[in-house]
T-cell receptor
């Protein structure tokens, strides 16, 4: 119930292509779905996030698509660039004990964008 | 200032040593978190402090002891660690406005810990 399943585990995309990473969850109490980007030797950084009251959110080249009935969400990276090469984690969260947020992370996707 | 800083960047310690990790933020956040991340794995939550009080302990062994001296500082005291505790230790902070709304977690760069 607390798991977030993420696929694929790794992804190779040509420069200019579209990268797509998928996540699925079980717990319908989750109400916030962020995506984090992590470069080697760095901490995760929030990339984009969505609430379940919208089906899509776009920020620049990054788009989250959200399907509440299927309990799935995905990250699309348009015009992928070598600088996008990193590990991407989806996550789900709910307010815990008042206001403290507990993030449940997916297993991660290692993206390599080839020049 | 939207930065969470962590010191040291790297730490090597023996199983009998006592050491501490330090985390600092000056964003006025009232929730602070410790995560452990093994290679090629997602971060795993260890502890959460809300308004300087421990609110979540994810059944972490007692050889890890968190401390929140004030709203800007978070420490993790380490004692009698095992080699399997070697990992990247991440600190994060969030607003925690206690209105039931989600607040973004900002992560630090982490401390790379090696236990010999």
């Amino acid at each position: 119930q607390q798991q977030v399943k993420q696929s694929p585990q790794s992804l190779i995309v040509q420069k200019g292509g579209i990268s797509i990473i998928n996540c699925a969850y079980e717990n319908t109490a989750f109400d916030y779905f962020p995506w984090y980007q992590q470069f080697p030797g760095k901490g995760p950084a929030l990339l984009i996030a969505i609430r379940p009251d919208v089906s899509e959110k776009k920020e620049g080249r990054f788009t989250i698509s959200f399907n509440k009935s299927a309990k799935q969400f995905s990250l699309h990276i348009m015009d992928s660039q070598p600088g996008d090469s990193a590990t991407y984690f989806c996550a789900a969260s709910r307010v815990y004990g008042g206001a403290t947020n507990k993030l449940i992370f997916g297993t991660g996707t290692l993206l390599a964008v080839q020049p | 200032d939207t930065e969470v800083t962590q010191t040291p960047k790297h730490l090597v310690m023996g199983m009998t040593n006592k050491k501490s990790l330090k985390c600092e933020q000056h964003m006025g956040h009232r929730a602070m978190y410790w995560y452990k991340q093994k290679a090629k794995k997602p971060p795993e939550l260890m502890f959460v402090y809300s308004y300087e009080k421990l609110s979540i302990n994810e059944s972490v062994p007692s050889r890890f002891s968190p401390e929140c001296p004030n709203s800007s500082l978070l420490n993790l005291h380490l004692h009698a660690l095992q080699p399997e505790d070697s990992a990247l230790y991440l600190c994060a902070s969030s607003q925690d406005d206690q209105r039931g709304s989600y607040n973004e977690q900002f992560f630090g760069p982490g401390t790379r810990l090696t236990v010999l």
